[in-house]
């Protein structure tokens, strides 16, 4: 049956109609459609949340002895419960999430295969362990699997002395990022040390995830280059200091890490400032799936404008990875509140209607 939502549609802030025909928006009901069921009729509609940077293999509801595939399936159905419409996976130790997508009912999901890192150099048995000279090859298998994305660890604790370096170097990372952009895929790089993301700037990566060590010169270039930031406030905050204490590092390495993250909000409103694309990621696996509220509300809280930080979980985070709003024609996804979240972000935490690709996954108890 067609749809019909009445309410504010994000980003542009009008008031109107928005049909649902055949799995695609329209304002105006075809002549001769059947009528349609009204499911929202004062609200403020978006394109649906986006979570870009979940790991669905990580912290399912439904534990690490089921199977792989379900795990991945049941991370992505709390997001959806979220209002979460779209998802990008930077990398997993599998890859189960292939095929995750709104023909079994979830999420649009973008992979990027598997964790691509130096011998030795990230958690144990994760990631593809792999030499520099052989990281282009390896990024290419990854994209062949992924379709999409490659996600390099480009910085880790070094076991053998505990201090946070880069895993690559920056010949390497730059040959990677040529062989996958000339096949059409895009890299991200888990980076928090300031050399490996300067060597990530000048290779070209699309998008740095946390960047805990930025300076504001590399802001700037970020900035210059269309070089989307995740910064994972949710996990950093949270999770950081938990990492750096699992391992054996100097009280200064310690020191600095605090350092950096006690910064970290403070680098967040300088990235929005220099003009960086902000992606909001939660880093769920490391967190629980479905928080992406949570980030939207660090983000504004961190000092980037409401209505920006709702754009990085929503219809920004949506074009960067290729997808449309709200436009005629669209494949309907629209997620409907009661709040203006560009008032309060908290509003984001209570959907009232989530419809993934012209189907209903949730109707107001009172539309």
């Known amino acids: 049956?067609?749809?019909?939502?009445?309410?504010?549609?994000?980003?542009?802030?009008?008031?109107?109609?928005?049909?649902?025909v055949d799995g695609r928006f329209a304002f105006d009901l075809p002549a001769g459609s059947a009528d349609a069921d009204s499911i929202v009729r004062n609200g403020f509609l978006l394109p649906g949340l986006v979570d870009a940077h979940a790991h669905l293999a990580l912290n399912s509801p439904v534990g690490p002895d089921a199977p792989a595939e379900e795990i991945a399936r049941a991370s992505a159905r709390v997001q959806l419960d979220a209002g979460v419409l779209a998802l990008r996976e930077p990398a997993s130790s599998t890859v189960p999430s292939v095929g995750i997508?709104?023909?079994?009912?979830?999420?649009?999901?973008?992979?990027?295969?598997?964790f691509l890192s130096a011998p030795g150099r990230y958690f144990p048995g994760v990631a593809e362990e792999v030499t520099a000279e052989r990281l282009p090859d390896a990024a290419l298998a990854q994209l062949a699997t992924s379709g999409a994305w490659v996600k390099v660890v480009g910085d880790w604790i070094d076991p053998a002395d505990g201090v946070w370096k880069p895993t690559f170097p920056p010949g390497a990372l730059?040959?990677?990022?040529?062989?996958?952009?000339?096949?059409?895929?895009?890299l991200a790089m888990h980076a928090a040390d300031r050399d490996s993301i300067q060597w990530a700037i000048e290779a070209g990566f699309d998008s740095i995830e946390h960047g805990i060590g930025a300076t504001e010169e590399q802001l700037a270039g970020m900035a210059a280059r269309g070089i989307?930031?995740?910064?994972?406030?949710?996990?950093?905050?949270?999770?950081?200091?938990?990492?750096?204490d699992?391992?054996?590092?100097?009280?200064?390495?310690?020191?600095?890490?605090?350092?950096?993250?006690?910064?970290?909000?403070?680098?967040?409103?300088?990235?929005?400032?220099?003009?960086v694309r902000l992606l909001a990621g939660t880093d769920s696996g490391v967190v629980p799936h479905g928080a992406i509220a949570g980030e939207v509300e660090r983000l504004a809280a961190a000092g980037v404008p409401r209505e920006a930080a709702v754009a990085a979980?929503?219809?920004?985070?949506?074009?960067?990875?290729?997808?449309?709003?709200?436009?005629?024609?669209?494949?309907?996804?629209?997620?409907?509140?009661?709040?203006?979240?560009?008032?309060d972000p908290s509003a984001l935490r209570e959907p009232l209607a989530i419809v993934l690709d012209g189907r209903v996954v949730r109707r107001p108890t009172v539309p």
Do not use: C, K
């Open 228 to 244: 989307a930031l995740t910064p994972t406030m949710t996990a950093v905050m949270g999770f950081w200091m938990m990492l750096i």
């Open 174 to 186: 730059a040959a990677a990022a040529a062989a996958v952009h000339a096949s059409g895929g895009r």
């Open 101 to 114: 997508g709104p023909s079994i009912g979830l999420p649009r999901t973008q992979i990027a295969g598997r």
């Open 313 to 343: 979980g929503s219809w920004e985070a949506r074009a960067f990875l290729g997808y449309p709003g709200i436009e005629q024609g669209a494949p309907a996804d629209v997620v409907a509140f009661a709040r203006d979240p560009r008032e």
């Open 246 to 275: 699992m391992f054996d590092s100097p009280p200064d390495e310690v020191e600095r890490h605090r350092a950096a993250v006690e910064r970290h909000p403070s680098l967040v409103r300088a990235a929005h400032a220099a003009g």
């Open 1 to 20: 049956m067609n749809l019909h939502l009445h309410g504010t549609t994000l980003p542009d802030g009008v008031e109107r109609d928005v049909f649902v």
